[in-house]
Protein backbone atom coordinates (compact mmCIF):
# COMPACT_ATOMS: atom_id res chain seq x y z
CA UNK A 1 0.00 0.00 0.00
CA UNK A 2 1.37 3.64 -1.02
CA UNK A 3 1.89 5.72 2.30
CA UNK A 4 2.22 9.18 2.70
CA UNK A 5 5.57 8.93 2.69
CA UNK A 6 6.42 7.41 -0.66
CA UNK A 7 4.46 10.35 -1.98
CA UNK A 8 7.03 12.38 -0.39
CA UNK A 9 10.57 10.49 -1.15
CA UNK A 10 8.67 10.65 -4.86
CA UNK A 11 8.29 14.54 -4.61
CA UNK A 12 11.39 15.29 -2.61
CA UNK A 13 9.70 16.91 -0.27
CA UNK A 14 8.97 16.21 3.61
CA UNK A 15 5.79 14.14 4.83
CA UNK A 16 4.89 17.16 6.56
CA UNK A 17 4.80 19.38 3.73
CA UNK A 18 2.70 16.72 2.02
CA UNK A 19 0.12 16.71 4.77
CA UNK A 20 -0.15 20.53 4.09
CA UNK A 21 -0.97 20.07 0.69
CA UNK A 22 -3.13 17.38 1.49
CA UNK A 23 -4.95 20.02 3.76
CA UNK A 24 -4.53 22.92 0.93
CA UNK A 25 -2.59 25.49 3.19
CA UNK A 26 -1.77 28.50 1.56
CA UNK A 27 2.05 28.58 2.46
CA UNK A 28 2.54 25.97 0.08
CA UNK A 29 3.45 27.08 -3.04
CA UNK A 30 2.07 25.85 -6.62
CA UNK A 31 5.24 24.48 -7.81
CA UNK A 32 5.41 22.41 -4.71
CA UNK A 33 1.86 21.04 -4.95
CA UNK A 34 2.06 20.69 -8.51
CA UNK A 35 5.20 18.45 -7.78
CA UNK A 36 3.09 16.50 -4.50
CA UNK A 37 -0.09 16.24 -6.53
CA UNK A 38 2.06 14.85 -9.77
CA UNK A 39 3.79 11.96 -7.03
CA UNK A 40 0.01 11.22 -5.85
CA UNK A 41 -1.29 10.54 -9.24
CA UNK A 42 1.87 8.73 -10.50
CA UNK A 43 1.91 6.58 -7.34
CA UNK A 44 -2.00 5.70 -6.72
CA UNK A 45 -1.92 7.19 -3.64
CA UNK A 46 -5.38 7.68 -1.29
CA UNK A 47 -5.78 9.10 1.63
CA UNK A 48 -6.70 7.49 4.51
CA UNK A 49 -9.35 10.19 5.42
CA UNK A 50 -10.78 8.16 9.00
CA UNK A 51 -6.83 8.22 10.28
CA UNK A 52 -6.46 11.61 9.23
CA UNK A 53 -9.66 12.89 10.94
CA UNK A 54 -8.35 11.73 14.11
CA UNK A 55 -4.82 13.22 13.80
CA UNK A 56 -5.98 16.30 13.16
CA UNK A 57 -9.25 16.29 14.86
CA UNK A 58 -10.80 17.81 11.90
CA UNK A 59 -13.94 15.56 9.91
CA UNK A 60 -12.13 15.93 6.91
CA UNK A 61 -15.66 17.05 5.05
CA UNK A 62 -17.23 20.43 3.87
CA UNK A 63 -20.76 20.90 3.55
CA UNK A 64 -22.18 21.66 0.01
CA UNK A 65 -24.97 23.96 0.73
CA UNK A 66 -27.40 24.61 -2.55
CA UNK A 67 -30.91 24.17 -3.23
CA UNK A 68 -31.61 21.83 -6.34
CA UNK A 69 -34.32 24.12 -7.68
CA UNK A 70 -35.73 27.64 -7.70
CA UNK A 71 -39.81 26.83 -7.66
CA UNK A 72 -40.02 23.62 -9.84
CA UNK A 73 -37.40 24.66 -11.88
CA UNK A 74 -34.21 21.71 -12.07
CA UNK A 75 -30.81 23.73 -13.01
CA UNK A 76 -29.12 21.70 -15.74
CA UNK A 77 -25.73 23.32 -14.09
CA UNK A 78 -26.88 21.66 -10.58
CA UNK A 79 -25.36 18.61 -11.37
CA UNK A 80 -22.05 20.19 -12.28
CA UNK A 81 -21.31 22.13 -10.06
CA UNK A 82 -21.35 19.72 -7.25
CA UNK A 83 -19.32 17.35 -9.32
CA UNK A 84 -16.71 19.43 -10.15
CA UNK A 85 -16.99 21.29 -6.22
CA UNK A 86 -16.69 17.56 -5.19
CA UNK A 87 -14.19 16.42 -7.34
CA UNK A 88 -11.69 19.54 -6.27
CA UNK A 89 -12.43 18.47 -2.67
CA UNK A 90 -11.13 15.01 -3.85
CA UNK A 91 -7.99 16.03 -5.07
CA UNK A 92 -7.26 17.94 -1.29
CA UNK A 93 -8.57 14.68 0.82
CA UNK A 94 -11.66 16.10 1.56
CA UNK A 95 -15.25 14.62 0.97
CA UNK A 96 -18.25 16.40 0.73
CA UNK A 97 -21.63 16.44 2.22
CA UNK A 98 -24.92 17.92 -0.17
CA UNK A 99 -27.00 19.94 1.67
CA UNK A 100 -30.47 20.33 -0.38
CA UNK A 101 -32.82 22.14 1.69
CA UNK A 102 -34.23 25.22 0.07
CA UNK A 103 -32.79 27.89 2.95
CA UNK A 104 -30.11 25.55 4.09
CA UNK A 105 -29.90 27.13 7.51
CA UNK A 106 -31.46 24.34 9.58
CA UNK A 107 -29.22 22.05 8.27
CA UNK A 108 -26.26 23.97 8.32
CA UNK A 109 -27.20 24.21 11.80
CA UNK A 110 -27.41 20.70 12.52
CA UNK A 111 -24.36 19.82 10.97
CA UNK A 112 -22.15 22.18 12.41
CA UNK A 113 -23.03 21.55 15.81
CA UNK A 114 -22.88 17.74 15.61
CA UNK A 115 -19.28 18.08 13.95
CA UNK A 116 -20.01 16.44 10.56
CA UNK A 117 -18.03 19.40 8.60
CA UNK A 118 -15.23 21.10 8.98
CA UNK A 119 -16.61 24.59 7.14
CA UNK A 120 -19.70 25.34 4.66
CA UNK A 121 -19.15 26.53 0.69
CA UNK A 122 -22.57 28.08 -0.11
CA UNK A 123 -24.27 28.07 -3.18
CA UNK A 124 -26.92 30.07 -4.89
CA UNK A 125 -26.28 33.35 -2.34
CA UNK A 126 -29.10 36.17 -1.78
CA UNK A 127 -28.52 39.36 -1.04
CA UNK A 128 -30.35 38.66 2.12
CA UNK A 129 -29.37 35.51 2.97
CA UNK A 130 -29.58 33.70 6.79
CA UNK A 131 -27.32 31.20 5.98
CA UNK A 132 -24.19 33.72 5.25
CA UNK A 133 -25.35 35.80 8.45
CA UNK A 134 -25.56 32.61 10.53
CA UNK A 135 -22.21 31.50 9.01
CA UNK A 136 -20.32 34.54 10.05
CA UNK A 137 -22.63 35.45 13.69
CA UNK A 138 -21.13 31.54 14.45
CA UNK A 139 -17.26 32.03 12.86
CA UNK A 140 -17.93 29.16 10.98
CA UNK A 141 -15.41 28.64 7.98
CA UNK A 142 -17.77 29.38 5.19
CA UNK A 143 -17.24 30.68 1.48
CA UNK A 144 -19.95 32.53 -0.34
CA UNK A 145 -20.10 31.24 -3.81
CA UNK A 146 -22.43 33.82 -5.30
CA UNK A 147 -22.31 37.66 -5.55
CA UNK A 148 -24.31 39.22 -2.34
CA UNK A 149 -23.69 43.03 -1.47
CA UNK A 150 -22.76 41.87 1.77
CA UNK A 151 -21.25 38.93 2.63
CA UNK A 152 -20.87 39.73 6.19
CA UNK A 153 -17.18 39.37 6.56
CA UNK A 154 -17.11 35.99 4.72
CA UNK A 155 -14.43 34.88 1.70
CA UNK A 156 -16.57 35.30 -1.17
CA UNK A 157 -15.72 33.45 -4.47
CA UNK A 158 -17.63 33.75 -7.82
CA UNK A 159 -18.16 34.90 -11.65
CA UNK A 160 -17.64 38.57 -12.42
CA UNK A 161 -20.86 39.13 -13.74
CA UNK A 162 -20.96 42.85 -13.27
CA UNK A 163 -17.67 42.89 -15.72
CA UNK A 164 -19.51 39.97 -17.78
CA UNK A 165 -22.40 42.72 -18.75
CA UNK A 166 -20.13 45.33 -19.19
CA UNK A 167 -18.09 43.90 -21.63
CA UNK A 168 -21.00 42.15 -23.80
CA UNK A 169 -22.73 46.19 -24.23
CA UNK A 170 -19.07 47.21 -24.66
CA UNK A 171 -18.62 44.37 -27.56
CA UNK A 172 -22.39 45.10 -29.11
CA UNK A 173 -21.62 48.68 -29.41
CA UNK A 174 -18.67 48.60 -30.96
CA UNK A 175 -19.94 46.18 -33.65
CA UNK A 176 -22.23 49.41 -34.31
CA UNK A 177 -25.26 47.73 -32.37
CA UNK A 178 -27.97 50.69 -31.44
CA UNK A 179 -30.87 48.60 -29.72
CA UNK A 180 -30.50 44.93 -27.85
CA UNK A 181 -32.56 42.90 -25.85
CA UNK A 182 -31.75 41.44 -22.64
CA UNK A 183 -33.25 38.41 -21.49
CA UNK A 184 -32.16 38.13 -17.97
CA UNK A 185 -33.22 35.88 -15.36
CA UNK A 186 -36.95 35.29 -14.17
CA UNK A 187 -39.23 37.57 -11.74
CA UNK A 188 -38.74 34.45 -9.81
CA UNK A 189 -34.83 34.59 -9.66
CA UNK A 190 -35.05 38.79 -8.82
CA UNK A 191 -37.60 37.89 -5.77
CA UNK A 192 -35.37 36.01 -4.24
CA UNK A 193 -32.67 37.89 -4.30
CA UNK A 194 -29.65 36.19 -5.99
CA UNK A 195 -26.92 37.88 -6.42
CA UNK A 196 -25.93 36.86 -9.84
CA UNK A 197 -28.88 38.01 -11.46
CA UNK A 198 -29.12 41.26 -9.88
CA UNK A 199 -25.43 42.41 -10.64
CA UNK A 200 -25.61 41.34 -14.38
CA UNK A 201 -28.58 43.31 -14.69
CA UNK A 202 -27.29 46.43 -12.80
CA UNK A 203 -24.16 46.53 -14.54
CA UNK A 204 -26.28 45.51 -18.04
CA UNK A 205 -28.40 49.24 -17.38
CA UNK A 206 -25.93 51.21 -16.57
CA UNK A 207 -23.63 50.61 -19.43
CA UNK A 208 -26.48 50.54 -21.78
CA UNK A 209 -27.20 54.13 -20.86
CA UNK A 210 -23.76 55.46 -20.74
CA UNK A 211 -22.92 53.82 -24.34
CA UNK A 212 -26.75 55.23 -25.46
CA UNK A 213 -27.86 51.80 -26.35
CA UNK A 214 -31.48 51.44 -26.24
CA UNK A 215 -31.96 48.05 -24.32
CA UNK A 216 -35.19 46.20 -24.00
CA UNK A 217 -35.28 43.94 -21.12
CA UNK A 218 -37.93 41.07 -21.44
CA UNK A 219 -38.39 39.05 -18.36
CA UNK A 220 -39.55 35.83 -17.95
CA UNK A 221 -42.83 35.28 -15.41
CA UNK A 222 -40.75 32.10 -14.10
CA UNK A 223 -38.36 29.24 -14.76
CA UNK A 224 -41.41 26.29 -15.26
CA UNK A 225 -42.51 27.33 -18.91
CA UNK A 226 -40.84 26.97 -22.09
CA UNK A 227 -38.47 30.42 -23.05
CA UNK A 228 -39.22 29.89 -26.69
CA UNK A 229 -42.68 32.00 -26.46
CA UNK A 230 -40.66 34.70 -24.68
CA UNK A 231 -37.89 35.01 -26.98
CA UNK A 232 -39.96 34.90 -30.18
CA UNK A 233 -42.42 37.67 -28.48
CA UNK A 234 -39.52 39.55 -28.21
CA UNK A 235 -37.92 39.49 -31.48
CA UNK A 236 -41.37 39.61 -33.07
CA UNK A 237 -42.13 43.18 -30.55
CA UNK A 238 -38.76 44.93 -30.61
CA UNK A 239 -38.05 44.54 -34.84
CA UNK A 240 -35.33 47.00 -34.60
CA UNK A 241 -33.37 44.89 -32.47
CA UNK A 242 -30.17 44.00 -33.59
CA UNK A 243 -28.67 41.75 -30.83
CA UNK A 244 -30.37 39.21 -28.24
CA UNK A 245 -28.03 39.38 -24.85
CA UNK A 246 -29.04 36.13 -22.78
CA UNK A 247 -28.23 35.37 -19.01
CA UNK A 248 -31.01 32.65 -18.57
CA UNK A 249 -29.75 28.71 -18.61
CA UNK A 250 -33.20 27.72 -20.09
CA UNK A 251 -33.29 30.61 -22.71
CA UNK A 252 -29.67 29.73 -23.95
CA UNK A 253 -30.63 26.13 -24.14
CA UNK A 254 -33.45 26.70 -26.67
CA UNK A 255 -32.43 29.92 -28.65
CA UNK A 256 -30.85 27.95 -31.32
CA UNK A 257 -34.13 25.85 -32.17
CA UNK A 258 -35.66 29.57 -31.92
CA UNK A 259 -33.56 31.12 -34.36
CA UNK A 260 -33.59 27.87 -36.63
CA UNK A 261 -37.14 28.26 -37.21
CA UNK A 262 -37.28 31.87 -37.89
CA UNK A 263 -34.36 31.29 -40.38
CA UNK A 264 -31.99 33.54 -38.55
CA UNK A 265 -28.26 33.70 -38.94
CA UNK A 266 -26.35 34.31 -36.18
CA UNK A 267 -24.24 36.42 -36.12
CA UNK A 268 -25.36 37.86 -39.71
CA UNK A 269 -28.75 38.28 -39.35
CA UNK A 270 -28.93 38.43 -35.34
CA UNK A 271 -26.09 38.61 -33.11
CA UNK A 272 -26.87 36.52 -30.08
CA UNK A 273 -24.55 36.93 -27.04
CA UNK A 274 -24.95 34.51 -23.78
CA UNK A 275 -23.68 33.70 -20.37
CA UNK A 276 -22.86 30.41 -20.40
CA UNK A 277 -20.42 27.90 -18.74
CA UNK A 278 -17.64 26.36 -21.25
CA UNK A 279 -18.34 23.10 -19.78
CA UNK A 280 -21.45 22.99 -21.51
CA UNK A 281 -21.70 25.17 -24.01
CA UNK A 282 -19.77 22.55 -26.83
CA UNK A 283 -21.96 19.20 -25.57
CA UNK A 284 -25.13 21.68 -26.06
CA UNK A 285 -23.99 23.06 -28.80
CA UNK A 286 -24.02 26.96 -28.22
CA UNK A 287 -21.96 28.61 -30.46
CA UNK A 288 -23.23 31.55 -29.70
CA UNK A 289 -20.40 34.33 -28.73
CA UNK A 290 -20.57 34.05 -24.96
CA UNK A 291 -18.91 34.87 -21.23
CA UNK A 292 -17.93 31.36 -20.97
CA UNK A 293 -17.39 31.02 -17.04
CA UNK A 294 -14.98 27.62 -16.10
CA UNK A 295 -16.85 25.89 -13.50
CA UNK A 296 -13.87 23.69 -12.72
CA UNK A 297 -11.92 26.70 -11.92
CA UNK A 298 -14.81 28.23 -9.67
CA UNK A 299 -14.92 25.49 -7.68
CA UNK A 300 -11.10 25.20 -7.52
CA UNK A 301 -11.47 28.74 -5.87
CA UNK A 302 -14.15 27.95 -3.53
CA UNK A 303 -12.65 25.07 -2.15
CA UNK A 304 -9.10 26.78 -1.80
CA UNK A 305 -10.41 29.82 -0.09
CA UNK A 306 -12.47 27.37 2.44
CA UNK A 307 -9.57 25.31 3.64
CA UNK A 308 -7.50 28.48 3.85
CA UNK A 309 -10.29 29.60 5.94
CA UNK A 310 -10.33 26.20 7.63
CA UNK A 311 -6.16 25.77 8.05
CA UNK A 312 -6.44 29.87 9.40
CA UNK A 313 -9.67 30.81 10.92
CA UNK A 314 -8.18 34.41 11.45
CA UNK A 315 -6.62 35.12 7.67
CA UNK A 316 -7.45 38.36 6.17
CA UNK A 317 -11.14 37.67 4.24
CA UNK A 318 -10.78 37.25 0.36
CA UNK A 319 -13.11 38.31 -2.38
CA UNK A 320 -12.33 36.38 -5.78
CA UNK A 321 -14.61 37.44 -8.54
CA UNK A 322 -12.97 35.65 -12.07
CA UNK A 323 -13.07 37.83 -14.70
CA UNK A 324 -13.87 35.53 -18.52
CA UNK A 325 -13.56 37.37 -21.65
CA UNK A 326 -16.15 37.02 -24.01
CA UNK A 327 -15.07 34.88 -26.72
CA UNK A 328 -16.68 35.44 -30.59
CA UNK A 329 -16.01 31.36 -31.45
CA UNK A 330 -17.66 28.46 -29.88
CA UNK A 331 -14.83 26.12 -28.27
Same mark, same amino acid.
Given at each position: ????????????????????????? !? =??????????? $??????? %??? /???????????? #????????????? %?? &??????????????????????????????????????? &? #???? +????????????????????????????? !?? /???????????????? &???????? &??????????????????????????????????????????????????????????? $??????????? *??? $????????? !?? @????? /??????????????? #????????????? @?? !??????????? +?? *??? =??? /???????????? %????????
Amino acid at each position: MVTISDVAHAAGVSKATVSYVLSGD !P =RITQATTLKVQ $HAIDELG %YTV /NHAARALSVRKT #KTIGVVSPAFHGN %YL &SALFGLYVYLLSEEATKRGYDTLLIGENDGFEAMHEAWS &S #KKVD +GFILMDVKDEDPRVSYAAKEHIPTVAFGS !PK /NSYGLDTVDSDFAKAA &SSILHFLA &SEGHKEVILIPWSHTIFDQGLGYAWRFLDSAIETAKRLDLKMHVEYPKDDDSDPSPLIE $HALDTHTKATA *LIL $HNEPATIVA !PQ @VLARR /NLRTPDDLQVVTVFP #KQLATSMKISFSA @VR !PDIAQLSEAAV +GA *LLR =RIN /NPKAQTVTRYLD %YPLTQEPE
